[in-house]
């Protein structure tokens, strides 16, 4: 079974605070892991992609990935209003040939002006 | 880069009646696509893995002869919704992988297509 498990929220933080989401994986050989943000009634984005273990830095966002504890994170820093939406972690399971993700069932995150 | 195309956005039709939806992969070149639904407030649910030239592969409990798929080119799939009936009603939305891009895995989403059966 290739679980992906999300704090399930909702997560309110204030303009210019930093937010935190967190994943959990079953596969100890999952390969990929993505962060997807939808906002309601959109569809997926992607917004930040890792492969190994460590930060990976894209403006405002920072992935983190540690994989001997099967975590994922996304740091949202200086977070602003437009940043609230649904945040999926995604990742691939090991062998997996076709890219096939596996969804959490998202964190709901507001940020309040 | 990595634009995938959804057609049409929206769609309302009377029970009985067969939806065909599009998903382009507008920049890049997509061996394979996938299906989702999304039903209010709940999480994406994979429906199938398209690869081109070959036959879908369906997750369980999804009806292959109800929910047809075609993948007949590398940046073109379609969904046909057969016979939908008001519980089909959902928002549909396809993904495709490029397999050539910078990083592994990436799926890049379509726009979705909001599917109502009266």
């Known amino acids: 079974q290739k679980e992906v498990e999300q704090n399930s929220g909702p997560l309110s933080v204030p303009e210019g605070a930093i937010a935190s989401l967190n994943c959990t994986y079953s596969d100890r050989g999952s390969q990929s892991f993505f962060w997807y943000r939808q906002y309601s009634g959109k569809s997926p984005e992607l917004i930040m992609s890792i492969y190994s273990n460590g930060d990976k830095e894209d403006g405002r966002f920072t992935a983190q990935l540690n994989k001997a504890s099967q975590y994922v994170s996304l740091l949202i820093r200086d977070s602003q209003p437009s940043d609230s939406a649904t945040y999926l972690c995604a990742v691939t399971p090991r062998g997996s040939t076709l890219g096939r993700l596996y969804f959490g069932r998202g964190t709901q995150l507001t940020v309040w002006p | ?118």
């Open chain 2, 1 to 118: 880069g990595a634009v995938v195309s959804q057609h049409p956005s929206w769609v309302i039709c009377k029970s009985g009646t067969s939806v065909k939806i599009e998903c382009r992969s507008l920049d890049f070149q997509a061996t394979t696509m996938f299906w989702y639904r999304q039903f209010p407030k709940q999480s994406l649910m994979l429906m199938a893995t398209s690869n081109e030239g070959s036959k879908a592969t369906y997750e369980q409990g999804v009806e292959k002869d109800k929910f047809l798929i075609n993948h007949a080119s590398l940046t073109l799939s379609t969904l046909t919704v057969t016979s939908a009936h008001p519980e089909d009603s959902s928002f549909y939305i396809c993904s495709a992988r490029d397999a050539g891009g910078r990083e592994p895995n990436e799926q890049f989403f379509g726009p979705g297509t909001r599917l109502t059966v009266l």
